[in-house]
C-alpha cells in the first residue's frame, strides 16, 4: 500500500523577471494515514508553497512528489485536478465558503464537486455539520456564523467529501485562541477517527500539542522534525 504523499528533493523557484526566488528548496518528506503534522516556520519559509504543491494546486521545479503512488510532478497540467478531485481537500485561514450559500450549501457544493450528490450528499453534509457541533446552524449563511463556527463549517465541508488527504493552510489564523484550539481539536478527532493524513501549515504555536508530528521550515527547508512524545 503506497503512502498518502511521499516527496524527494522537492524544489520550488519562483521566477519574476530577472529576480528568482527558491521557496522550497530539496524537500524529503513521507506522510502517513492517521497522522496530524504540523508545518511551522516563519513568514515566507514556504509553508504556503510547499502545501500548494502537496495539493497539486503547484507543480514543483525539481524533485518528485507521488500521492498514494501517482508521480504527480510529471503528470500533465490536465491530469492534476483528477488526482486533486480524488485525495485532496483544503482548509484555508479565510475559511471560502461562499457567502450566498448556506452552511448545508457550501458542504453540498463541494460534495457535488466529488461528483457526490442527491440523498446521500444531504445525509453527509447534515451528519459532518453535526459532528463539528453547527447541527443547529445547517440553514445560516456565513455572515450570520462567527469566525470560529465558519471554520468549523470549513473543516465539515473538508470531512465529507471524503478525500483522504487533508491540507489546512493557517486554519487558525483568523481565530482566537478559544476558537483556534477548538477547531484543531475539532480536525484532530475527525480525521484521526477517519485515518486521515492531515498536514497543517501554521505559526500558531498555541496549538502545537494537538499535531503527532512537528515539522519547522526555514528559507524553503524542514530544518526540524519533532515527533510527540506519547
Ligand atoms: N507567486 C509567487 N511569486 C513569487 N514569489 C513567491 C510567490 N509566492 C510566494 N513567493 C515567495 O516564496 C517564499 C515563500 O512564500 P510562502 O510559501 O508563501 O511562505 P509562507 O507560507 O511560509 O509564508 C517567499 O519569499 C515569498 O515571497
Ligand atoms: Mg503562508
Known amino acids: 500500500m503506497s503512502l498518502p504523499i511521499v516527496t524527494k528533493g522537492l524544489s520550488k523557484v519562483y521566477a519574476e523577471g530577472s529576480v528568482e526566488v527558491t521557496a522550497v528548496a530539496g524537500v524529503d518528506l513521507e506522510f502517513r494515514e492517521g497522522e496530524i503534522v504540523g508545518l511551522f516556520g516563519p513568514s515566507g519559509s514556504g509553508k504556503?508553497?510547499?502545501l500548494s504543491i502537496l495539493g497539486c494546486i503547484l507543480r514543483p521545479?525539481?524533485?518528485?512528489?507521488s500521492i498514494?503512488?501517482?508521480?504527480?510532478?510529471?503528470?500533465g497540467e490536465h491530469e492534476l485536478p483528477a488526482v486533486r478531485r480524488q485525495y485532496i481537500s483544503f482548509i484555508f485561514q479565510g475559511f471560502n465558503l461562499?457567502?450566498?450559500l448556506t452552511?448545508?450549501?457550501?458542504?453540498?457544493?463541494?460534495?457535488?464537486?466529488?461528483?457526490?450528490?442527491?440523498?446521500?450528499?444531504?445525509e453527509r453534509a447534515d451528519f459532518f455539520l453535526g459532528e463539528v457541533g453547527l447541527g443547529h446552524r445547517l440553514d445560516f449563511l456565513p455572515r450570520d456564523l462567527s469566525g470560529g463556527q465558519k471554520q468549523r463549517v470549513a473543516v465539515a465541508r473538508a470531512l465529507a467529501s471524503d478525500a483522504p488527504i487533508i491540507l489546512a493552510d493557517e486554519p487558525t489564523g483568523n481565530l482566537d485562541q478559544e476558537n483556534g484550539r477548538n477547531v484543531m481539536e475539532i480536525i484532530r478527532k475527525l480525521a484521526t477517527?477517519?485515518?486521515?493524513?492531515?498536514?497543517?501549515?501554521t505559526h500558531d504555536?498555541?496549538?502545537?500539542?494537538v499535531f503527532d508530528r512537528t515539522l519547522i521550515m526555514e528559507d524553503g527547508r524542514i530544518v526540524t522534525q519533532r515527533f510527540k512524545e506519547s
Do not use: H, W
Request: hydrophobic content about 40%; charged content about 25%.
Open 48 to 50: 504556503t508553497t510547499l
Open 61 to 65: 521545479t525539481a524533485g518528485s512528489i
Open 68 to 75: 498514494y503512488g501517482q508521480e504527480t510532478s510529471t503528470m
Open 98 to 100: 461562499f457567502p450566498a
Open 103 to 122: 452552511a448545508r450549501e457550501n458542504v453540498l457544493l463541494a460534495l457535488k464537486l466529488k461528483g457526490i450528490i442527491g440523498e446521500a450528499a444531504d
Open 193 to 201: 477517527d477517519r485515518r486521515k493524513c492531515v498536514v497543517v501549515a
Open 205 to 209: 504555536n498555541r496549538i502545537e500539542e
